[in-house]
């Protein structure tokens, strides 16, 4: 079993930044990714970014066209913390985050997530 937990959210203008944190306890497994994705209210949950690790050491990242650029998906493998710092915010990037991982590795990294977070706000203003 594995708990995640988000921090972070909050309100912000549009052009700031956010750093959001998720922190990982119990059993986690090298190889397997850990992802964002944000969900607006009457949308469905979208992917915003990845990260898995090669052997504990090469961190490989994936992000959708929307946030490329702009936010960067991070990770402490010590720490067990995942980061998603966002950069250039804008009002359409206002969404709850949800932090995610995966039980085993299923060869993708946009979907077959098993683990969630509770959610973090995040809200954007014009």
């Known amino acids: 079993q594995v708990q995640l937990v988000e921090s972070g959210g909050g309100l912000v203008q549009a052009g700031g930044s956010l750093r959001l944190s998720c922190a990982a306890s119990?059993?986690?497994?090298?190889?397997?990714?850990m992802g964002w994705f944000r969900q607006a209210p009457g949308k469905e949950r979208e992917f915003v970014a990845a990260i898995s690790r090669n052997g504990g050491r090469t961190a490989y990242t994936y992000y959708a066209d929307s946030v490329k650029g702009r936010f960067t998906i991070s990770g402490d493998n010590a720490k067990n913390t995942v980061y998603l710092q966002m950069n250039s915010l804008k009002p359409e990037d206002t969404a709850v985050y949800y932090c995610a991982a995966q039980k085993g590795s299923t060869g993708y990294v946009t979907t077959g997530y098993d683990y969630w977070g509770q959610g973090t706000q995040v809200t954007v203003s014009s």
């Open positions: 119990g059993r986690t497994f090298s190889g397997v990714a």
